[in-house]
C-alpha cells in the first residue's frame, strides 16, 4: 500500500514536471552571476538513509558554496512529496529501482542528468538510460565476502531471508548462490517476507523447524529489525544459531537504539568500508553529527554511515559538474562522467555511467549497545585486521577479533541444530533394497487396510542401532520410507 502510493505519486510528478518543462522551458530563477542552477534531490525524508542524504547533500553544496563562491540550490523533495515546480540541473538520489525508473525514463527525454543513489544499476538500464549515472557502487562483492566466512566456519548450507518485493534481492541471491557454490556451500532455503510483518509467522516458524541454523539476512532497516525482534522471541538469537547481515542493514546498526539493538546480539555482518581515519572524514563526522541532530532530534544516533558519504560525494560530484555558467545538461552529464576524486566514501570515477564497484568490505560483530570491529575482507585478497599499507591478508579469519556468536557462545556455531525428540533426525530408508538381508521395509496394516506402519529390519538398520548405543550423546531419530531406488 505504502510503496504503491509512492508509485503513484511518483508518476504524477514525473507527468506534471514534463509538462511544466516544455511550457517553462528553463526557468531564469535568478539573475545573480554566482547562481548556478538549481539541483534536485528525491529522498525519503521519513527513512534514515532519506534523512542522513539529505543532510549530507546540504552541507556539499555549502562546501561547494565555500570552495567557489558559486551556489546552487539544492530543492529536496520527499520521494513521497510534491513535484518540482522549477526546471533543473540535475537530479540526485532517486534511493528504490521503481524510483530509478520511472525517474530515468524522464531524465533521458528531457536530458536531465539522473544521478542515482539506488543499490545498483544493471548495464542495461544504464544504456537504455544515457542520462542515468549510477553514484553508489556496486556491493554485490558483499556476497563473496559472506562466501568466504562461510568457507571459513566451515558450514554448508545456509537459509537466506530477503524482502518478497526488493527488485535488487534476484541479483544478490544469485551472486551470493555463485560465491557459495565455489566454497562447496549452498543456499538451501530461500525465505521471501512480504513487506507486512504482520504475515510472516509462517515463514518464521518454518526457519525454526528445519535443522540448518545458519542466515543470510538482506532486508531494509525497518524490516530488520522487525525480523530480530521476532527472532529473538522465538527463542532464535540463542545458542547455536548464527546470523549473517550485509548492507543496507549492516550499515545502518549503528543508528539503532540500545532496546532495539538488545535483540541482535551476536550477529555478525559485512558492511561497506567508509575511510574513516581520513582528516576530510573526519571533519564532516563531526559536522555532521551536529547538524543532523539539529535536524531530526529525534533520531538515537547521530553518526554518517556511508549512504550519507556516498550522497555527499554525489552532490559534491554535480556540484562541481555545473560550475561553469550556462553549460548544456549534456555537458554537465559529460563532466559528471569525468570526475575524478577521492570522496568521502573512497574513489568517484566512473565507467560506464557507473561508479567503480566497492572492494573492501567490514566486517563487524554487534555486542552490547554497539558492534566491535572485527576485520576486513578485501576482493582478491582476503581478510585482514586492518586496511592500507601495514595490513596482512589471508583466507582465514583466525588474526581477526573473537567472535561473541548469539547466546555469547565463543565457540563457531556447527550450522546445524542437533535433533531433539521433538525434531528428530529424518533418516529415508530405500524400500526396494537389492539384498534383503541387508536392508527390508515391511509394511503392516489391520484388516480394514488402515493404519499402515512400517518396520525396517536387516543388517544395515542393526548396524545403525548399534552405532547409535556407541554415541556418548543421545540421538533421537525416525525412520521414514523412502521410495527413491538408492542402492548402490
Ligand atoms: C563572491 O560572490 C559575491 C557575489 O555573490 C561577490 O560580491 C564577492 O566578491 C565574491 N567573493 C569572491 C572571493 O570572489
Ligand atoms: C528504539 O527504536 C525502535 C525502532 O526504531 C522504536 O520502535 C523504539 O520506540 C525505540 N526505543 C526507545 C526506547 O527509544
Ligand atoms: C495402529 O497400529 C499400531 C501398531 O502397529 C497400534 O499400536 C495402534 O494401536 C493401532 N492404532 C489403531 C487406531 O488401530
Redesign the pocket.
Known sequence: MDKFTALLSLIAFVLVFKQRLRVNGITDTTKDDHFMGILGAIVDTSSRIGKEESVAMQMAVEDFFKKSNHSLVLNIRNSKGEPWQAALAAILGPQTWEEVSLVAEIGTQSHIPIVSLADATSKWETELWTFLVQASPNQLKQMEAIAAMIQFWEWHQVTIIYEEKDFSATAVISYLSNALKEVGAEISHYVALPSLASSWSEHLEGLKIRQNRVFVVHLSLPLAIELFEKAKRMKMMEKDCVWLITDPFASLVLSLNASTISSMQGIVGVKSYIPKNEPHFRDFHDKFCQRFSLEYPEEDNHEPSIFAAQAYDAARTVAFAMREKKQGRQQILSNILQSDFHGLSGKVQFTDQTISPAHTFQIINVMGESYIELGFWSDGLGFSQSIGEIAIFSSSMNGLGQVFWPGRARDTPKGWSPPTSANPLKIGVPTRATFKQYLKVEV?Q?YLG??I?FSYKGLAIDLFTATLQELPFDLPYKFFPSMEHLML
Open positions: 503392516q489391520d488402515n493404519n506402519s
